[in-house]
C-alpha cells in the first residue's frame, strides 16, 4: 500500500510559478513508476509527466519546455516545478504512483492539489 499527499498548489499569474511536491508513504517508493496528472473541470484526467525509478521521464506536449519532473528515492518524493505557467494550465493535479508485476498492477492517486493560473 503507497499513501500519496500532494502539496503546493495556489494561484499565480500568468508567467509564474509554481512547485508541486508529493510525499509518499512506504519503503518501496523506487519501484514506481511516479507520475503527475491533472483534470480541468468537464474534461478526462491526462497526464502531464511521469519519471521512471532509474529516472527517465515523459511530458505531455503541453508540459515539455515549461515543467520539470524530478524524484527522490531516498526522501519519497516526486516534484514537479512548473514555469510560465498559462492559464490553461489550470487544473487540479494528481500524483500517480504505479508499479507492474507479473501478476499484479499496483496504482496509487493522492488527493490531488488545485492550481489555478489567474491574474
Known amino acids: 500500500q503507497v499513501q500519496l499527499v500532494e502539496s503546493g498548489g495556489g494561484l499565480v499569474q500568468p508567467g509564474g510559478s509554481l512547485r508541486l511536491s508529493c510525499a509518499a508513504s512506504?519503503?518501496?517508493?523506487?519501484?514506481?513508476?511516479m507520475g503527475w496528472y491533472r483534470q480541468a473541470p468537464g474534461k478526462q484526467r491526462d497526464l502531464v509527466a511521469h519519471i521512471t525509478n532509474g529516472g527517465g521521464t515523459n511530458y505531455a506536449d503541453s508540459a515539455k519546455g515549461r515543467f520539470t519532473i524530478s524524484r527522490d528515492n531516498a526522501k519519497n518524493t516526486v516534484s514537479l516545478q512548473m514555469n510560465n505557467l498559462k492559464s490553461e494550465d489550470t487544473a487540479v493535479y494528481y500524483c500517480?504512483?504505479?508499479?507492474?508485476?507479473?501478476?499484479?498492477?499496483?496504482?496509487?492517486w493522492g488527493q490531488g492539489t488545485q492550481v489555478t493560473v489567474s491574474s
Open positions: 512506504g519503503s518501496i517508493f523506487g519501484l514506481y513508476v
Open positions: 500517480n504512483a504505479v508499479r507492474h508485476t507479473i501478476t499484479s498492477t499496483y496504482d496509487y
